[in-house]
């Protein structure tokens, strides 16, 4: 076990391939999704989106939804992430379907942000 942790998650650090498939909670402990993958910046290495599998029966007919990744709080005693988001929201929110993933260009960072009333970053 502890060379497991070693290799893929300390106090501060967690390995891509454990992040995928993490539960996602909003703070009413209502399961709202698992993560599906996670964008992360090429030049600074920053994590900018979780994308988040929602919906459907099993993986099928769930869509995906892209949620800046400074939204999410990781909780260790659910052992997944807590974002401040109600279901509701998520019906409207910007997302794609599995396989049909966009282009994560800046017009398209700006409209998530502004979904959810952040200002997009300058990077």
Do not use: C
């Not at 989106?49 to 029966?57: D, H, K, N, Q, S």
């Not at 794609?96 to 300058?122: N, Q």
């Amino acid at each position: 076990m502890a060379d497991t942790l070693a290799r893929d998650e300390t106090h501060r650090l967690i390995s891509s391939e454990k992040v995928e498939g993490t539960k996602v909670y909003n703070p009413q402990n209502e399961k709202l999704g698992t993560i599906a993958n996670v964008m992360i910046d090429k030049r600074s290495g920053n994590s900018e989106y979780a994308v988040m599998e929602f919906g459907g029966l099993f993986g099928l007919g769930s869509d995906r939804y892209p949620i800046p990744w400074d939204m999410l709080t990781y909780d260790v005693d659910k052992g997944g992430y807590v974002v401040d988001i109600a279901k509701e929201k998520l019906t409207g929110a910007p997302r794609y379907a599995r396989d049909d993933t966009p282009e994560y260009t800046d017009e398209y960072g700006r409209t998530i942000y502004g979904y959810y009333g952040l200002s997009y970053p300058m990077l």
